[in-house]
């Protein structure tokens, strides 16, 4: 499956050790890599672990107050560079988002129309533009606040986990939102200045499990809302399941 890395800090924080770990794993998600720095965005379909571009990247990577990192391993969509995580955009405001997602929307009739605007073929990609046009559509008359911003994520994600494996990682250019619906996918721990989230353990510190089925948001490093819990907690071979009943699988 894909891999989703992301960090968030109070001040530039070096991370390029675990950078360069978690690209490491390409050879398990061949179809693309990309990653979103104070740089800017990019994104490419070759093997993490072979892309020499990459390692530069990593290499020179300065410290950061943020990062989100991501390895494709293809199950809806060609293998082309449009299909590459992250997706980004500005909302009406200005204000630019960027998502990355590991998993499948097995169900979401809200995303069909998107099929005819997207510039690749993935499932994760109408999902971003869905998103955004939930964006734009709460904010006609007047930007979303912080709080605002966290309660529509919240909204969005407890609406599109039934039937879906929904973990991901949204970045607003001051929060990132953190959200996993499949148990034993999604590690976190505390790095330097921030905190840093990742599909696999990078190292040999202790990692902690990301709480499954709620919305976490952190700013500068520190977590700044708490989601509702909710049910849909996805199961590959039932695809989901009530919360409760996964706490005995």
Not at 110 to 124: A, E, N, R, W, Y
Request: net charge neutral; with cysteine.
């Amino acid at each position: 499956m894909c891999e989703l890395l992301g960090f968030s800090a109070s001040q530039p924080t070096e991370i390029n050790t675990l950078v360069s770990e978690f690209f490491s794993h390409g050879k398990d998600n061949p179809h693309g890599w990309g990653m979103m720095s104070s740089g800017g965005m990019c994104k490419r379909c070759e093997r993490s672990d072979t892309s020499l571009e990459l390692k530069k990247l990593v290499k020179k990577l300065p410290p950061q107050k943020s990062y989100l990192g991501h390895i494709r391993f293809a199950t809806v969509g060609s293998i082309k560079n449009e299909n590459c995580h992250p997706f980004c955009a500005k909302d009406i405001t200005g204000r630019c988002w960027t998502l990355i997602h590991n998993g499948t929307i097995y169900s979401a009739s809200k995303l069909i129309p998107f099929v005819h605007h997207q510039s690749g073929d993935t499932d994760s990609e109408r999902l971003f533009l869905y998103l955004m046009q939930l964006l734009d559509k709460a904010q006609k008359e007047k930007p979303l606040d912080e709080y605002h911003r966290c309660e529509l994520i919240d909204d969005f994600v407890r609406d599109l986990s039934p039937r879906n494996k929904l973990n991901l990682m949204i970045f607003d250019g001051e929060l990132l939102y953190i959200h996993k619906n499949m148990k034993q996918t999604m590690k976190y721990r505390q790095h330097g200045a921030g905190v840093i989230f990742s599909t696999n353990a990078l190292d040999d510190a202790e990692w902690k499990d990301v709480p499954t089925a709620q919305l976490l948001v952190y700013k500068d490093g520190k977590l700044i809302f708490e989601g509702k819990r909710h049910d849909a907690v996805f199961v590959p071979t039932l695809q989901y399941i009530n919360a409760n009943d996964a706490m005995h699988i």
